[in-house]
């Protein structure tokens, strides 16, 4: 906790939001970049090292805290019943903290839960400010382009913040200014409850605006100030799923600029996306239409991409993955997956292991060196190190009703299209014939075959499919004397490496 750290930051989220036409979803359990936007209005907020964080909630507040609960179980929640305006909600906050034997002493930061771009750092300014000029309150303004809805900032004929005017209530001239409230303040906490106390609803809205209380007190003889935010998209506040889309640009366009100047290359920032808790090492590459989602982290040297969605996936040094989605896996470094790779939760990959062309794997573990190369179902196994999957084999796991594993051990080398039908085990350096259903363990060193024996009718297609190209094609060979000679293959395991 540093010197500045307020004594409460109350976050502001029990409105509606009703233009994002979402009947189930308040506004504020929008995600953007892996996080609720009141997720990213209380990780802003937790960055100030407040003593007590209160989120205020209303419209659908049990599914609001639940979330809360889940993302910052010390997130404190204040219910406001009826939603009677920025200043009320206010109030019903420190009720609700002075009902709990909390009450507020020093700074009290109020910020919005729709405002996701705002950072901690903009916070810390704002606090910083207000402390050093010892101000009663201090509003986090920004000139904006377009101030349509935005309370206005009056300032008097010294350039002193005198008002705020909300846009319903505000004269023709005062509409013109382009200096807006961000609805982020830093409060003198004692202050504010005196200022509280006196707020009226005599406005448009009938509400108790929180703004009304830079008036009162400049009128009390307090200092009341600003803070202009340096990139005034920091306060975007979101109303609707335009602006939705419009922030998690720019936050992915923030995103991307960290990672390059930490060292990743992004070959198209265009197509490629972040999100807050994606972690990366110097020399990662991120090749186009790569989304990488919550605790996804990248190793040094990792190369991702075309086309991956990773989602809290770790990829190891100098792995690389290509055209795959994986969920919860484990990428081990120096490992390859894909083209057309499926990883699903607890997939594991040691080191230089690979999963390979249209391969699924989900609560597996592929040892050291081990490849399932082509076409295959790897579920509930256990693969060893430096053996071999041949292609289009299933680990049969289910049996309709339980899931059982199978165990591949090491150095093994297993023949194309095989089932594996699961509980069974193959031994250490085992091969397994092409073809096989193995349903029973095979020993260590063995040659596991479980298939039915071929025989051929010979002569069979010219005379059961005459006047066909088939028979006349096998006339032909017979006339040439070149058919192959009669027989079992020469080779039974086909481990399709
Ligand atoms: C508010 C400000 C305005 C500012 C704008 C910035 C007031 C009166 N106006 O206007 O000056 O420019 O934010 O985006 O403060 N909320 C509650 N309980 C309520 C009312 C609102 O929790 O009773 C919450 C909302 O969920 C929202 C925030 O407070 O997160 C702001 O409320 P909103 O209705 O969006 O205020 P604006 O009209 O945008
Ligand atoms: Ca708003």
Not at 248 to 274: K, S
Not at 293 to 311: D, F, I, K, Q, R
Not at 401 to 414: F, Q, Y
């Amino acid at each position: 906790m540093s010197a500045n750290s307020p004594a409460a930051v109350i976050v502001l989220a029990a409105g509606e939001g009703t233009r994002m036409k979402s009947p189930s979803l308040p506004k504020v359990l929008h995600t953007m970049a892996g996080r609720s936007l009141v997720g990213h209005a209380v990780a802003a907020g937790r960055e100030l090292g407040p003593e007590q964080l209160v989120v205020v909630v209303g419209h659908l507040r049990e599914k609001v805290a639940a979330h809360l609960a889940e993302v910052d179980p010390a997130v404190r929640i204040a219910v406001q019943q009826e939603q009677r305006g920025t200043g009320h909600a206010v109030r019903v906050a420190l009720e609700s903290l002075a009902e709990d034997g909390l009450p507020v002493d020093g700074t009290v930061v109020v910020t919005v839960g729709d405002t996701p771009l705002l950072t901690g750092a903009t916070l810390r300014t704002l606090v910083a400010e207000h402390a050093a000029r010892g101000n009663g309150v201090t509003v986090l303004a920004a000139v904006v382009p377009d101030a349509t809805g935005y309370g206005r900032i009056l300032r008097d004929g010294d350039g002193a913040v005198a008002a705020i005017v909300e846009h319903a209530d505000a004269t023709g001239e005062q509409l013109a200014i382009t200096e807006i409230n961000s609805g982020v303040f830093a409060f003198d906490g004692k202050l504010l409850a005196e200022a509280l106390a006196q707020l009226g609803t005599d406005n448009s809205q009938g509400e108790e605006y929180l703004t009304d209380t830079l008036e009162i007190l400049r009128a009390a003889g307090h200092r009341v100030g600003a803070v202009v935010a340096a990139d005034h998209r920091d306060i975007l506040g979101i109303n609707d799923r335009v602006q939705l889309a419009q922030a998690r640009r720019i936050l992915n366009d923030r995103l991307l600029e960290r990672a390059m100047r930490a060292g990743v290359t992004v070959v198209d920032p265009a197509t490629t996306w972040l999100d807050v808790e994606v972690t990366y090492e110097p020399d990662v590459v991120l090749h186009p239409n790569t989304q990488l989602h919550g605790a996804t982290s990248l190793g040094e040297g990792a190369e991702v991409g075309p086309n991956c969605t990773l989602t809290d996936t770790s990829v190891g040094a100098g792995a690389r993955v290509s055209n795959a989605t994986a969920d919860r896996a484990e990428i081990g470094p120096e490992a390859s997956v894909g083209p057309y790779a499926y990883l699903r939760p607890g997939a594991r990959l040691a080191r230089r292991a690979k999963a390979g062309t249209y391969v699924e794997i989900k609560n597996s573990e592929l040892g050291e060196g081990a490849k399932v190369p082509h076409l295959s179902y790897i579920g509930d196994a256990e693969i060893g190190e430096g053996s071999n999957v041949g292609a289009a084999s299933v680990t049969v796991n289910y049996d309709g009703v339980n899931k059982h594993r199978t165990v591949i051990g090491a150095h093994c080398r297993t023949g194309s299209d095989n089932m594996f039908v699961a509980p069974v085990t193959v031994g250490d350096g085992a091969y397994t014939a092409a073809g096989s259903v193995i349903t029973n363990d095979v020993p260590a060193g063995a040659l596991g075959v479980a298939r039915g024996q071929q025989r051929n009718i010979e002569g069979w297609v010219e005379r059961r499919r005459e006047g066909t190209t088939s028979a006349r094609a096998a006339a032909a060979a017979r006339e040439a004397g070149s058919g192959p000679a009669a027989g079992p293959g020469a080779d039974v395991t086909g481990t399709g490496a």
